[in-house]
């Protein structure tokens, strides 16, 4: 309605009076005093200044600084916004208004909090004013891309919640926790199917099979390649290039997204023609890579950048109240949470939550066919906090509001929209094997070798999917340059790399992979000591006479082919666990030894090689059942009684879903190079709602 932004304005200037009375270094008067009347025109004049410098010179500086970290831009908001606000007050005739710099800044936060809040409650109260907005929204992205009407077929949007297991997803809804899939499920829309995980039971081997129809030899989150003398890690932007390509060759097509689809904070592309804030096109250098040009959408309007700064301030204090009760209270598990974590989190609850939903948006007002964004906000908390603490279940609440703004944008989409919620896997509980034992895998592999031990080991990098995009946010992703010095300096040490409750150990200086025997014969003590070792539920090698075997604990030794009849160290791990451990066996790149923790069936715990109080990659509980939630309309995922395993199958089911909305999918040769990111999405044009500041 016309009436609105006159509406935002008068808020505005009443707050500025009202700022300007409680602020010492804020004045709007002369010094010699000025009546009501004419503070009060001040205090207009310069509302009205600053909120048309924030309309028309706010998104010129934002892209201006595109270059910029995207995170450091986040943080920078504050400081523009006051800059803003100094010239505003600079223009207002006769000089009357003033304010030093920091007290700007203070303002102009105050200010763009109070317009944003004001002019969406009155959008929230006027459906009508609502709904025309976001029709004229969807009418521009139209305009842009074409002349005619909306599709008549269905789009669909993949929204991926990060970490988040069947079961944690199902009691979230019995305890109201999660209302808008509540919803869902009550009134039939909806279908919740549980899947299981291959052994790499994490986000890059999942995605991978998912979005690309293929996870071929990834045997965990990060591993040794002794072709390439490399450490593959699936969040590293050259590694996320790699697999993709792999993928593509393996399969000879080019991903779920090829037909107008958009990739949204993902690992990979999926063969979309638009993406932002994927990492393997992050991986690519120069001007050409605009990857992190969603950031740019979203924060050319001050209003999102504000909401989102403060929400991501107030992240951080809930972050260091929640770690320092966690200590005052002796909570157990519990691991350290300090340094720059508190940033993480809040960039991965507040910031990719924010700039990814408000994408997916921007894709469906345009009409795109096919949608997959991946939320992380969940696996991030939860490794740190516990899959089922209460700081992981606020982060649902917050996701489920999520689900509820996407769901009403489709409402006034051009187009009609399923909305499909899945996971890639889940998070088993369980302390860390470093806090149980007093040693991590690393040194407990040194001394069955007989290697010095030292004293206070190096912890192992988390496998958090945050941090790469924290990291590619900041435009530095990690290429490790420095293990390789360390691997050619030492070729003749294991090489020992932890994924969740999961352990890889290689022997660099071998070219193949090693038998049992050799590794007997020069470590004759090593295989003994991990398998009898109290912590570790079962390995994994290469035997010269039985083929691969699996190792257990009192000599336990069954070949893979045994494995249905005799179980053995495997028989706590599920009725899957051996065609998981035999898939992986298959793998060019499988480590010399593939180590899996104890797993405890009754508790469902497993413990992580890794500083992590919630964890997957491995085998062995929660971690290895995701879920896929989509609407009833679509065919079952699998038939009655039959379970759905493996990424790579779930990449069949969404395949197929998007056949019976969408028709054909594109050929691969479309799509034989990387797919041109995506700049010009709407995310700043219709925006979530902050429920965390």
């Known amino acids: 309605m016309w009436w609105r932004p006159i509406a935002v304005w008068a808020v505005s200037t009443v707050t500025m009076l009202v700022l300007a009375g409680i602020l010492p270094d804020f004045q709007l008067q002369s010094d010699n005093g000025d009546s009501a009347t004419r503070i009060a025109v001040t205090a207009a004049l310069g509302a009205g200044a600053f909120g048309i410098l924030s309309a028309l010179v706010w998104p010129l500086l934002v892209r201006a600084l595109l270059l910029v970290p995207a995170l ?48 969406g409650a009155l959008a929230v109260r006027d459906d009508d004013a609502y709904r025309r907005r976001l029709y004229r929204l ?22 991926q919640l990060d970490g988040v297991g069947h079961d944690v997803l199902r009691d979230a809804v019995n305890e109201d926790v999660m209302p808008t899939v509540g919803a869902w499920l009550g ?9 299981r995980t291959d052994w790499s039971s994490q986000t890059g081997a999942s995605q991978l099979g998912i979005l690309h129809g293929s996870n071929y030899d990834v045997p965990a989150f990060r591993w040794y390649e002794k072709d390439t003398r490399e450490i593959q890690v699936s969040n590293r932007p050259s590694s996320a290039a790699e697999l993709q390509r792999r993928a593509i060759e ?49 924060f050319s309007d001050p209003a999102n950048a504000v909401r989102t700064a403060l929400s991501f301030v107030a992240e951080v204090a809930r972050e260091i109240g929640q770690s320092t009760r966690a200590r005052l209270t002796r909570q157990r598990p519990r691991v350290g949470r300090g340094g720059l974590y508190p940033l993480i989190r809040a960039f991965a609850t507040v910031v990719e939550r924010d700039v990814v939903v408000a994408a997916v948006m921007g894709d469906m007002l345009a009409g795109r066919s096919s949608v997959y964004a991946d939320l ?31 769901a009403k944008v489709a409402e006034h989409a051009p187009r009609r929209y399923r909305i499909v919620v899945l996971s890639d896997h889940g998070q088993s509980p369980g302390e860390t094997f470093r806090a149980r034992y007093g040693l991590g895998l690393q040194d407990l592999v040194r001394a069955g070798c007989g290697l010095p031990v030292p004293r206070k080991a190096r912890r192992t990098h ?38 969740g409750n999961l352990g890889l150990v290689s ?49 336990a030794e069954i070949p893979l082919a045994d494995l249905d009849e005799r179980p053995g160290p495997l028989a706590d791990f599920g009725a899957h666990a051996a065609d998981a451990v035999r898939r992986t066996d298959s793998f060019p790149h499988t480590a010399d030894i593939m180590v899996n923790s104890w797993y405890d069936p009754a508790e469902g715990e497993v413990l992580a090689f890794e500083e992590q109080i ?76 902050d429920e965390s500041a």
């Open 72 to 119: 450091v831009l986040g943080l920078v908001v504050f400081f523009l916004n006051g800059g803003l606000l100094l010239f505003a007050l600079a223009i207002v005739p006769d000089g009357r208004g003033e304010a030093n710099p920091e007290t700007a800044v203070v303002v102009a936060a105050v200010m763009s909090a109070v317009a944003s809040a004001t002019g």
């Open 138 to 159: 969807a009418d521009r992205r139209r305009r842009r891309g074409s002349t005619g009407a909306g599709p008549s077929t269905p789009g669909t949007v993949f929204l």
């Open 187 to 195: 009134a039939g829309t909806h279908r919740l199917t549980a899947w």
């Open 250 to 298: 393996h399969t000879g097509d080019g991903g779920l997204l090829t037909l107008d689809g958009a990739s949204r904070g993902n690992l990979f592309s999926g063969g979309a023609e638009q993406v932002a804030l994927v990492l393997s096109v992050a991986a690519r250098r120069g001007k050409e890579n605009r990857s992190r040009a969603g950031y740019f959408a979203y």
């Open 376 to 406: 992380v906000a969940y696996d991030e908390v939860a490794h740190h906090s516990g899959p089922v603490s209460r700081d992981a279940q606020k982060v649902l609440a917050r996701l489920d509001r999520s689900l509820a703004l996407v």
């Open 462 to 499: 988390s496998g958090a999917e945050a941090r790469a995009a924290v990291r590619a946010a900041l435009r530095r992703p990690v290429e490790e340059g420095g293990e390789k010095h360390r691997l050619a300096s030492r070729r003749s040490e294991p090489i020992v790399l932890a994924s």
């Open 507 to 555: 022997f660099p200086d071998v070219p193949h992979r090693m038998s049992k025997e050799e590794i007997d014969a020069r470590h004759p003590a090593l295989l003994t000591t991990l398998a009898n070792h109290p912590g570790v539920g079962f390995l994994l090698v290469r035997s010269e006479e039985h083929g691969a075997v699996v190792l257990g604990a009192r000599g």
């Open 614 to 689: 919630g964890s997957h990659g491995g085998l062995g509980g929660a971690q290895g059942h995701p879920f896929l939630l989509a609407p009833a309309v679509f065919s079952p995922p699998v038939s009655q009684g039959a379970e759905l395993v493996g990424a790579q199958q779930v990449h069949h089911v969404l395949r197929r879903w998007l056949r019976e909305g969408c028709g054909p999918q594109v050929p691969l040769d479309k799509f034989r190079h990387e797919p041109a990111p995506d700049a010009s999405f709407t995310a700043a044009t219709v925006t979530p709602q």
